[in-house]
């Protein structure tokens, strides 16, 4: 059985730098595409960044040149450093598996993915 669990969230002020942890296990990280998605009260889920089994990245706007996800195949970890946080970046953020073909921006639909971690919260205050 498939299972995410992330770690790293926290309160900063705008700015600053936090690192996300995604551990994955009951199955090997470098099969999978891999991404991470944040959601606030009362909006949907939105697609953040995303990796494949290549190593190849996608970033949503928002985020590019301050966001950068990679991974630790030998660890089975997926990490999200996040740096010059604003505080539109505050939501509970998840990381998510799928074994799929990505094709465009298919990638930042939560539909694409099969596993989620139970999520971490971000609290970026100005």
């Known amino acids: 059985q498939v299972m995410l669990v992330e770690s790293g969230g926290g309160s900063v002020q705008a700015g600053g730098s936090l690192r996300l942890s995604c551990e994955y296990s009951?199955?090997?990280?470098?099969?999978?595409?891999m991404g991470w998605f944040r959601q606030v009260p009362g909006k949907e889920r939105e697609g953040v960044a995303a990796?494949?089994?290549?190593?190849?990245?996608n970033y949503v706007d928002s985020v590019k040149g301050r966001f950068t996800i990679s991974k630790d195949n030998a660890k089975n970890t997926l990490y999200l450093q996040m740096n010059s946080l604003k505080p539109e970046d505050t939501a509970m953020y998840y990381c998510?598996?799928?074994?799929?073909?990505?094709?465009?921006?298919?990638?930042?639909?939560?539909?694409?993915?099969?596993?989620w971690g139970q999520g971490t919260q971000v609290t970026v205050s100005s």
């Open positions: 009951g199955d090997t990280l470098s099969r999978y595409y």
């Open positions: 998510a598996s799928g074994l799929g073909v990505v094709i465009g921006d298919m990638w930042k639909s939560d539909r694409f993915y099969e596993s």
């Open positions: 990796i494949d089994s290549d190593d190849a990245t």
